[in-house]
């Protein structure tokens, strides 16, 4: 049995027009959300053998406030190709994944994230379902779970949508994007 969960980094802000993409760090809302959404996790019971990052501002930011909501260090990877990647790129790095871990979590973007889920989704609650297919927010939590062995043996369809939970439905002063 392999689970993935994904965590779409929490909202940053446009502040400064002319800074990179990549340095954009986290606006007020995702400071907020983030270690909330950490907390959920811990309150879940999940647990991470790794966990996979894009190395941009906006999702170190959360990861570390992921880890203080959870109240533990995350055994963390940055991964240059978990920035802005594709559902395929994404699901290639998977399928590279030591077939040791059991359960990981991926800190990254949309679309990809968004894509990703829906291509492996294939069954799970319809609410679920149909909230993943309306929209993954920033700091929304997608978790799947896969009757298989290796990382390698991952298919689009056959995953088990387990959550899908945004920082609204957790606090909602935490509503938008």
Same mark, same amino acid.
């Given at each position: 049995?392999?689970?993935?969960t994904?965590l779409?980094?929490?909202?940053?802000?446009?502040?400064?027009?002319?800074?990179?993409?990549?340095d954009?760090?986290?606006?007020?809302?995702?400071r907020?959300?983030?270690?909330?959404?950490?907390?959920?996790?811990?309150t879940?019971?999940?647990?991470?053998?790794?966990?996979l990052?894009?190395?941009?501002?906006?999702?170190?930011?959360?990861?570390?406030?992921?880890?203080?909501?959870?109240?533990?260090?995350? @055994?963390? !990877?940055?991964?240059?190709r978990?920035y /802005?990647a594709?559902?395929?790129t994404?699901? &290639? #790095?998977?399928?590279? %994944?030591?077939?040791?871990?059991?359960?990981?979590?991926?800190?990254?973007?949309?679309?990809?994230f968004?894509?990703?889920?829906?291509?492996?989704?294939g069954?799970?609650?319809?609410?679920?379902?149909?909230?993943?297919?309306a929209?993954?927010?920033?700091?929304?939590?997608?978790?799947?779970?896969?009757?298989?062995?290796?990382? @390698?043996? !991952?298919?689009?369809g056959?995953?088990m /949508?387990v959550?899908?939970?945004?920082?609204? &439905? #957790?606090?909602?002063? %935490?509503d938008?994007?």
């Open positions: 049995m392999k689970s993935l994904l779409r980094h929490a909202k940053a802000g446009w502040n400064n027009p002319s800074q990179r993409d990549f954009r760090p986290l606006d007020e809302r995702g907020r959300a983030a270690p909330r959404m950490g907390f959920y996790l811990r879940e019971g999940l647990a991470f053998d790794r966990v990052v894009s190395p941009s501002v906006r999702t170190l930011e959360t990861l570390a406030l992921v880890e203080e909501g959870y109240g533990a260090k995350l @055994a963390e !990877i940055e991964d240059e978990v /802005l594709s559902s395929d994404l699901l &290639d #790095l998977i399928h590279d %994944l030591p077939d040791e871990w059991g359960s990981i979590l991926i800190v990254g973007h949309n679309p990809g968004e894509d990703l889920g829906m291509l492996l989704a069954q799970g609650p319809a609410r679920l379902m149909a909230l993943l297919a929209f993954l927010p920033t700091a929304g939590v997608v978790s799947l779970a896969f009757d298989v062995d290796h990382w @390698a043996d !991952i298919r689009p056959e995953g /949508l959550r899908f939970t945004r920082p609204v &439905d #957790l606090d909602r002063s %935490l938008g994007d």
